[in-house]
Structures are given as C-alpha cells and as structure tokens.
Antibody, heavy 124, light 111 residues
C-alpha cells in the first residue's frame, strides 16, 4: 500500500525559501502525477501544483513565480520549493498522489493518496 | 479565475440525508470532473468521490455525487448520516489550464 511522507524544516524565516520533500514508499513514483496542496491555519485547501514523473509541471498561477516542483525517480521522491516566503505562506503542506483517469470528459487527475501533512511556520 | 463556491456549513441529524452543493463561477461545471474530499479534524483529506460520482473502494454507498448543469453545480449527498461523517468536505475541479481548484469547504455537523 503506497504511503507518502512529507519532510522538511518546520520553521522558515521571511524572504527565505521553503523546501519540502515527499518520499513515496510501497509503490513506484512512475506513471502518476504528484501534487502539493497547502492549508493555512483554520482555512481551506489550496492547490499548489503537480509534477508528472517525467518532469512536466503545472503550477497555481497565484504562486507560479515562486514555486518549483521537482522529482527524483531514483529516490522515489518529489520536492517543493517556495521562494520569498511571508507569513501568508504559513500552512500545513500536503503531498498527494494524483493518478490519471480517463472518462467521457477526457483525461483528468485527482488526489487519491495523501501524506499526513507537515506544518511550516514562516517567522523570524 | 474559475472558482468553486460551497456553503460554509450544514447540519443534520443522525440517520437523515444531507446534500452539499458546489457551484462553478463560470463556464460549465459539467465540462470537467468533480471530486469530493472529506477532512476530519486534525487529519489529512481523503477522497470520497472522484470522476463526479465514483466511490473509491472502502467508501460506503451512503456517499454519492452528482452534477446539475442547470444550476452549474455539483452535489455531494450523504444518506443515513452517522456521527463519524462529521467533517469538512471540499469539492475540487479544474480550470481551463487544467490547474486544480478547490471549493472553500463545508463544515458538516451531525447533531
């Protein structure tokens, strides 16, 4: 059974870069999209972006200038970097597997397996 | 920007049926698939509906999803409510660039 585990610093200073890694165990990183989602304290979910195992990416336009998602298939990991962080980036960050589906409306993806989430606080 | 709007909260008694709506801001919500996620307090979200109306294995058939093109909305219906259904529920779809979009979430209280 595939499991995802987020890791990285829980505290990041303003203007610095937030870096998180998601390790995939119990399955291969190949043939799936892999997503990052975040949730500010007391608020809803925000999609950050995804990466296909081959390396193609798609990012939330509101974060695109600051976000980089990368994949390391040899380590079965994918990563998130968010630059120039502010207090507004304080959130629980989740990684998730996003399998491709195909139906009458075409090809799509959805999040079917989620990590437990990791809390990142931006503060000096 | 494409947005999904959900009611902030709904409440219903155990054993009853509740429906949570998710309305698209523009275009046709029926053009792309809609997913629903359940998030219990302190836990990560889990998928209860994908591809508009499909249930992952392990999700009881008390959960169902539908699309209403006339109101440009998707709905999650939970029948035979149990106290364990109390959670936040999020709808999710895509914009024209295939970027993920979440609704603001609905807090379901089972009282």
């Amino acid at each position: 059974q595939v499991q995802l585990q987020e890791s990285g610093p829980g505290l990041v200073k303003p203007s610095e870069t937030l870096s998180l890694t998601c390790t995939v165990s119990g399955g291969s990183i190949s043939s799936y999209y892999w997503s990052w989602i975040r949730q500010p304290p007391g608020k809803g979910l925000e999609w950050i972006g995804y990466i296909y195992y081959s390396g193609s990416t798609n990012y939330n336009p509101s974060l695109k200038s600051r976000v980089t998602i990368s994949v390391d298939t040899s380590k079965n990991q994918f990563s998130l970097k968010l630059s120039s962080v502010t207090a507004a980036d304080t959130a629980v960050y989740y990684c998730a597997r996003a399998p491709l589906g195909a139906g009458a409306k075409g090809v799509y993806y959805y999040m079917d397996v989620w990590g437990k989430g990791t809390t990142v606080t931006v503060s000096s | 920007n494409f947005m999904l709007t959900q009611p902030h909260s709904v409440s219903e008694s155990p054993g009853k049926t509740v429906t949570i709506s998710c309305t698209g801001s523009s275009g046709s919500i029926a053009s792309n698939y809609v997913q629903w996620y359940q998030q219990r307090p302190g836990s990560a979200p889990t998928t209860v509906i994908y591809e508009d109306n499909q249930r992952p294995s392990g999700v009881p058939d008390r959960f169902s999803g539908s699309i209403d093109s006339s109101s440009n909305s998707a709905s999650l219906t939970i029948s035979g409510l149990k106290t364990e259904d109390e959670a936040d529920y999020y709808c999710q779809s895509y914009d024209s660039s295939n970027q993920g979009v979440f609704g603001g979430g609905t807090k379901l209280t089972v009282l």
